[in-house]
Structures are given as structure tokens and as C-alpha cells.
């Protein structure tokens, strides 16, 4: 599996931003995926997960109501809406697929100007 995320960029606090991970797998995508973060001197903690069916979903307790995760099985593709950003979402975010061993995507930054 390979993943290849975009979207991404600068944008104000209070705005919206839309990531998307395209994952070229010949498989059906049978794994969980999902998008974490890492900030300067920090580590990486995870935003919100899709598990395989695209059912169960976790969000990180500070974006709840803010951030939602989908995925377009279709296009092997999984999108992070993000919404109501905060200067503190400032990160790096990594697309992540649940294989095994697991999967990381290149990495995007997305910077929130206060």
C-alpha cells in the first residue's frame, strides 16, 4: 500500500480545511485508516480513526464536532474535514492505513494563523 495525502496549507483561525490520502492498494482496503498529527517537539498522536468498514470512528476528544473523517471506498480515498480551526492544530498530518506492517503517508503541514 502507498498513501499520498493532499490538501493542506495556511489558513486562519476559525477557518475550514479539507485533507484527502489516496492509497493505491490492489486490495479492497480492509484495514483501518486514519489521520495523526505531530507538532515541533512533540509526538505524533492520532486525530481520528476509520475502522475498515468505515463504521467505527474515533476523534481525538479536543477536535469532537470540529474535524470529521470519511472514507470513499471507491476511491480509496480517506478525507479529514476540518473545521473551526485553532491556532494549537498547527501539525504535521500523516495518513495512516492499519496494515501490517503499517502504512504512513509523506506528510502535510497545516499551519493556523491566529
Known amino acids: 500500500v502507498q498513501l499520498v495525502e493532499s490538501g493542506g496549507g495556511l489558513v486562519q483561525a476559525g477557518g475550514s480545511l479539507n485533507v484527502s490520502c489516496v492509497a493505491f492498494d490492489d486490495g479492497s482496503m480492509v484495514y483501518d485508516m486514519g489521520w495523526y498529527r505531530q507538532s515541533p517537539g512533540k509526538g505524533r498522536e492520532a486525530v481520528a480513526i476509520?475502522?475498515?468498514?468505515?463504521?467505527?470512528?474515533i476523534y481525538l476528544d479536543s477536535v469532537k464536532g470540529r474535524f470529521t473523517i470519511s472514507r470513499d471506498f471507491t476511491k480509496k480515498t480517506v478525507h479529514l474535514q476540518m473545521n473551526s480551526l485553532k491556532p494549537g492544530n498547527t501539525a504535521t498530518y500523516y495518513c495512516?492505513?492499519?496494515?501490517?506492517?503499517?502504512?504512513w503517508g509523506q506528510g502535510i503541514q497545516l499551519a493556523v494563523s491566529s
Open positions: 495512516n492505513a492499519n496494515t501490517s506492517p503499517g502504512t
Open positions: 476509520s475502522g475498515w468498514d468505515g463504521e467505527r470512528i
